[in-house]
Every structure is written in structure tokens, then in C-alpha cells.
């Protein structure tokens, strides 16, 4: 076990190394530098600037010098908001971001588990269809049609919450619930598949056999090996939590971390590319971690693979 | 005795025997009798003509514009109303249906290729070959690849050629772990050997015999990429890094109608029910392939 997680974590750091290896290159391709703006600057400052940030540097020096200062935790300046580090900038967007993650993946679980699972017990009944029925029509609306239409109804319409900005938690419920309803689905949908797999086998008919109640088997055994899909969908579903986060905080305007790293793609800010980008590696790669880790705990065919 | 009755699905099974129904005709009889598969094909394929066919049915051209008239609410002459530059709403839609559905199956396309090749490569030459091309797929599996994509289309933007390619780049890692596992399973029947026998070369082997038995989860898989491709493209449409105006395509036209639905609901309406619609299609006929072309492992 403790050998599959160092290897894993090995693994892991390699991936990030690369991540971080080819945000630098790609976007120090990119046709056009952080200060070509709307007005040309003169030629002086220009170079004054790029000295001023180290972008006159050979490009291996850069590429050098950057992975040294990554090490020491300092993703360097921003170019497009002077005087402030990507450090300072990250600090202030991903805690909604956050946020938002952790409150669309609660609302995920809260509604799709026992959906599911209610789908699974009352299998071939109307609750069976309709719950399965709206987890297709929640995971073939995408975020960018569910949030608009979520804004339209429950702000425009009916008043309930703001469609702009994060001032209070209330404002986080409409792009919660864009996120978090789409994975609901999926979540409803894994969890029926693996709860029926589990109440077919012998085990479970033993169980009755001995007159277990049916509360026991469900809650108990059903349901524990039931959840085991959902489990290891938890790392994907945390990358595509990041990749809705671009389009939800698009439409609701929320300063969070994909929109800035959209922006910074535009903005062709260096720093903030590879610092948001760095960020997200590391997420997706130790979520993914922690959800083989978590399975392997709870499996133990898998553990010794 | 009892007597067997012409209704009785028994003589029906009978027949199938007599005639000897192949694997696809049999799929084929199985997923006729899926009435949503069926029903989803029925309008996507609508959806898919009438979008093919926008050029010459539409009235309307899709960047003409009608400043004096502006945004009007759906009417006889505009069936989807019109948005804020007057152009006719429907034939945009059809115009980006045309784009969308067209980057849909171009880029699966390359992800298909990609894929194939790929999976039935590591599959068919197994040891190490195959443990270091698995492991490649497994490390580009872990990379937040949406990020690399959104980069791509900044830096080399507005080329349409590209979107394919980006999209196509990432989509082809679950294909080639499904070829690979299926591969594995009917490397060592007997058709194989026989091949090998003969001499054939790898290629020839690989191309010839093995691509074509396992078409079935190809099939399968390629109908439900489809759809994700279609979401990926207008995603970076609607981010404002796909396709670019005036040309249109769903995630634009969602993306447009998004940001003026307070006064003209029409605009974000019209495209989100089409492209959902689409998108549910597509995964019902995709759901509906599985049971009919592998019912060992239909869905429940």
C-alpha cells in the first residue's frame, strides 16, 4: 500500500513537472507579449519593461530561473495588475472557487446518492424511471444552458438571488446549483449501476436468507458497494468541477480562479498562466490520489495491485 | 401437443434461426425495438438535414443584417424571432447546427483514428510496448487537459482547423483504452493465429482482422463521443475561443443570447433547446447502441 502511494506521488510530481514545463513554452509561443495592449508603447519602455520582468532573458534562462523561483513558492509578478504577485492574486480568487467546488459537489452528492439509490431498491417502478429520467436531462443540459436558464427563472423572473457578483453565501446557490445539478446525475446514475450490481450477488441473498431486515441490507451492504463508482468518479469529477468552473463564473461574474485564468490567457499574463495552471494540476492530481487511495482502502481486491 | 400459433414470438425466433441472422441484423432488429434509440435518431437525423440543408431551404442569409428592425419576438416571417442585429434567428441556428453537429463528427473523427490505432497497437503487441503506451494514456489522463486547449486556441486562435485538432488531441484516451481491453480479449482466438500463420505483417493484421471484430464498441463509443466533442466545442465558443462571429455555432449563439435573455428570452431559448436536444439525442442513440450491439452489458 504505502509502496503504490509513493510511486503514485512520484508520478504525480512528474506530471506536474511537465504540466508546468509546457504552460511556460505554449505560452511564451504565443504571438504577441504581455504589454502589447491597445496603445503601442515606445520602444524604450518596452524594454525597460520586458528587463523589468526578466522577458529579454535567452529563454532556457527564464525557464530556469522560474522553476527555481516555483520552488521557493513564489509564482512571480503579475503584469497585468502592477505591483501584485500571482501569489497574492490566487490567494483572493480561489477561496470562492473553492467554495463553489465544495458546495456544488455537496449538492451533488446530497441529491444523486439517494436518488440513486432509490432508483437501484425500486428498480423497474416510476421511482426507478423518473429520477433516471431527470439525471439524463441533468447531465445533457450543459452548465452554460443550465445557468443562464437558472439565472432567467429563479433571478430575473422571481427575484430570489442575485445573477451578478458574490457579496453573501446566498449568491453562490444559483452557480452551486448549476454545477452541482449536472453532476447529481452522474452521481444518481453510478450509484444505481453499482448498487444493483452489488444486490444480485450471493451475499445479499445469504443476508435475506438469514432474515436480515431489508433496512440493513440496503443501508449496509448495498449501499457501501454502491458507492465505490462514485468514489473513484470523484477525481474526474473534481477536473470538470474546475473546467465548469470557467463557464459558471463567466455567467455569473464571479471572481474566481477560472475566470482570472481565462482573462490571463487573453491578457497573455505569464506569471498568472503558469501560476493558475500549476494550481490546478495540483488539484486534479491529488484528488485523483486521494480517490485511488480511498478505494483502495475499501476494496481490498484492489489493494495489492 | 400444443399447437404453435403464427403469433407466438416463438415462430419469429424460429425463422431468425432458419435464416441465421447475423450479429447485425440481429442489432439492428434489437434496436428498432428501442423506441427512444429510435425516436433519437428520428430527430437527430431531422436536426442534422435541416442544418445541412440551411443554405438552400433558408429564406434568410445568416450574416445579414436588419438594423432598423433589431431584436423582434418570434413572429410568421421570423418562426424564432430575430436578434439584436436583426438577423433571423432560425437560420442562424441551422447555420450553427451546421458548425456544431460538423466539428462534432470531424473531431471525433481524428479522436477516432487517434484512438483506434492506438489502443489496437498496444493491444496486439501486449508486453512492454503495451505497458509503456497504457502507461503514456494514463498520465495524459491526469492532465487538466481544458486548460492546454484553452491555451492552444489563445495563442493560435480564430483557425478553425484547430479546434478540430485540440479537441480531437484529447478525446482519443478513452477510445484507445477501449480498443486495447477488447483487443486483449480476442487476440489469441484462432483467426489470429491463422493470420499470423500466413505470415501477414502487424499492420496488415491489425488493420484487416482485428479492427473490424471489435466495430461493435467502437460503434458504441463513437456515438457517445460525439456529443461531448460537440460540448467541448461550445464551451471554448461560448468562452469566446471557438468559433468566431459572424459565423455561428450553438455555444455562440448561447453564449449571445446569455447575455441579452433579460429582453430577449427568444435568443438564449432557441439555440439551448436545440443543442440540448441534440446532445440528448445523441446519448439515448448511444445508450441504445450498447443494449443492442453488447446486451451482456446493457446498462442495468
Known amino acids: 500500500m504505502l509502496k503504490f502511494i509513493v510511486s503514485r506521488f512520484l508520478q504525480g510530481v512528474t506530471i506536474l513537472f511537465v504540466i508546468v514545463t509546457l504552460a511556460f513554452f505554449m505560452a511564451r509561443l504565443t504571438p504577441g507579449g504581455p504589454f502589447t495592449g491597445e496603445k503601442t508603447l515606445p520602444p524604450e519602455v518596452l524594454k525597460q519593461l520586458n528587463a523589468h520582468y526578466g522577458y529579454d532573458d535567452p529563454l532556457f534562462t527564464q525557464y530556469t530561473n522560474y522553476l527555481g523561483r516555483i520552488l521557493h513558492g513564489d509564482l512571480g509578478p503579475s503584469t497585468k495588475y502592477l505591483n501584485r504577485s500571482v501569489n497574492e492574486l490566487i490567494a483572493e480568487s480561489a477561496p470562492v472557487t473553492f467554495q463553489l467546488g465544495l458546495f456544488s459537489l455537496l449538492i451533488a452528492l446530497i441529491i444523486g446518492i439517494p436518488a440513486g439509490a432509490i432508483a437501484a431498491v425500486k428498480r423497474n417502478t416510476k421511482l426507478d424511471y423518473v429520477p433516471m429520467s431527470a439525471s439524463m436531462i441533468g447531465i445533457c443540459m450543459p452548465t452554460f444552458v443550465m445557468g443562464p436558464v437558472l439565472a432567467l427563472v429563479f433571478g430575473l423572473w422571481l427575484g430570489w438571488f442575485n445573477v451578478s457578483g458574490v457579496d453573501s453565501f446566498a449568491d453562490l446557490v444559483l452557480p452551486a446549483m448549476t454545477l452541482g445539478l449536472y453532476y447529481a446525475g452522474y452521481v444518481a446514475r453510478l450509484t444505481r449501476g453499482g448498487m444493483l450490481e452489488i444486490l444480485s450477488q450471493d451475499f445479499i441473498r445469504t443476508a435475506r436468507a438469514k432474515g436480515v431486515p431489508e433496512r440493513t441490507i440496503i443501508l449496509r451492504h448495498a449501499l457501501k458497494g454502491g458507492l465505490l463508482p462514485v468514489i473513484s468518479f470523484m477525481g474526474p469529477a473534481l477536473a470538470g468541477l474546475i473546467s465548469g468552473s470557467f463557464v459558471v463564473e463567466t455567467v455569473f461574474n464571479i471572481p474566481g480562479l477560472g475566470r482570472f485564468f481565462v482573462a490571463a490567457t487573453f491578457n497573455r499574463d505569464f506569471a498568472m498562466i503558469g501560476g493558475t495552471t500549476l494550481l490546478f494540476g495540483v488539484l486534479i492530481i491529488t484528488f485523483n490520489l486521494a480517490a485511488d487511495i480511498v478505494l483502495a482502502l475499501l476494496n481490498p481486491k484492489l489493494r495489492h495491485r | ?300
Open chain 2, 1 to 300: 401437443m400444443t399447437r404453435i400459433k403464427p403469433d407466438d414470438p416463438i415462430v419469429e425466433v424460429l425463422q431468425n434461426v432458419e435464416k441465421g441472422a447475423s450479429l447485425w441484423s440481429d442489432a439492428w432488429h434489437r434496436l428498432c425495438k428501442n423506441r427512444m434509440a429510435v425516436m433519437s435518431l428520428c430527430i437527430f437525423a431531422f436536426i442534422g438535414i435541416l442544418s445541412l440543408l440551411a443554405p438552400w431551404i433558408s429564406p434568410y442569409e445568416y450574416d445579414a443584417q436588419n438594423r432598423s428592425y433589431g431584436a423582434q419576438s418570434p413572429s410568421a416571417a421570423h418562426w424564432f424571432g430575430t436578434d439584436t442585429l436583426g438577423r433571423d434567428l432560425l437560420t442562424r441556428v441551422l447555420y450553427g447546427g451546421r458548425v456544431s453537429i460538423g466539428v462534432g463528427f470531424l473531431a471525433t473523427a481524428v479522436s477516432l483514428i487517434i484512438g483506434v490505432l492506438y489502443g489496437a497497437t498496444a493491444g496486439y503487441k501486449g508486453g512492454k510496448i503495451d505497458a509503456v503506451m497504457m502507461r503514456f494514456v494514463d498520465i495524459l489522463y491526469t492532465m487538466p487537459f481544458i486548460i492546454f486547449v484553452i491555451i492552444l486556441m489563445v495563442i493560435f486562435g480564430k483557425q478553425f482547423w484547430l479546434l478540430f485538432v485540440a479537441i480531437g488531441a484529447v478525446e482519443w484516451l478513452t477510445m484507445a483504452r477501449i480498443v486495447r481491453g477488447q483487443v486483449m480479449a480476442i487476440k489469441q482466438q484462432e483467426f489470429v493465429e491463422a493470420a499470423v500463420s500466413l505470415g501477414y505483417s502487424s499492420p496488415r493484421i491489425i488493420l484487416k482482422h482485428l479492427i473490424p471484430n471489435v466495430l461493435g464498441p467502437i460503434i458504441v463509443y463513437t456515438t457517445l463521443t460525439v456529443p461531448s466533442v460537440m460540448l467541448l466545442e461550445a464551451v471554448l465558443s461560448f468562452l469566446g475561443l471557438g468559433v468566431q462571429p459572424p459565423m455561428s455555432s450553438w455555444g455562440l449563439l448561447i453564449k449571445d443570447g446569455a447575455e441579452k435573455m433579460e429582453n430577449f428570452t427568444w435568443m438564449l431559448v432557441c439555440p439551448a433547446f436545440f443543442f440540448t436536444l441534440t446532445l440528448f439525442c445523441l446519448n439515448f442513440l448511444g445508450d441504445g447502441l450498447r443494449d443492442a450491439l453488447d446486451p451482456k452489458t446493457s446498462a442495468d
